[in-house]
């Protein structure tokens, strides 16, 4: 059985791939790297890879796909909307991030342009002067390109998953 394990431990980063005993080991060598240059990691223990039954290490839950309808409509004009919006102090701004991850979803397009989404988020009832004053939080889950009328967005994966978690919670 192969397993699989990735951390970050300030500016260092550890990835193994194979037997959990090659796996094991690998990450003792990462461990006593990091005591060589004098970066105090936690305690071993505490940061020891777990593994699943099958071998792998496990994950945050997967996304369920079967909330996409229940949030996201395309409409015949060709945009995505939110038919219920996230509440609380960032309302806008996670509005924005699960319309890029409703046109991801919905019509597979990963990059959106700006003037799709101020349409899009007028439709969902979401009121913003422009994606990229909404979006400035999640600065580092986007790409941003283009110029002006031309810009567009796309969520990077971890934008993807911040997305995926806001959706989740959204009928809690």
Request: no cysteine.
């Amino acid at each position: 059985m192969n397993s699989k394990i990735r951390i970050k431990l300030g500016d260092a980063e550890f990835e193994a791939e194979g037997t959990e005993e090659s796996v094991n080991a690998q990450y003792e060598q990462f461990i006593a790297a990091l005591d060589r240059r004098n970066i105090v990691p936690a305690p071993a223990a505490a940061i020891a890879p777990k593994f699943a039954e099958n071998g792998t290490q496990p994950t945050t839950t997967p996304f369920d796909d079967s909330l996409v309808p229940r949030i996201f409509e395309l409409r015949q004009d060709d945009v995505v909307t939110l038919k219920v919006l996230p509440k609380g102090p960032d309302k806008e701004s996670d509005s924005i991030l699960l319309l890029l991850y409703g046109y991801r979803k919905m019509k597979n397009e990963e990059s959106v342009l700006a003037t799709k989404l101020l349409l899009a988020s007028k439709y969902s009832g979401v009121s913003i002067y422009r994606p990229a004053h909404a979006l400035a939080q999640y600065d580092s889950l986007i790409i941003r390109g283009g110029q002006k009328k031309g810009t567009t967005y796309t969520l990077n994966n971890q934008g993807v998953r911040k997305a995926e978690e806001i959706a989740s919670q959204i009928f809690q």
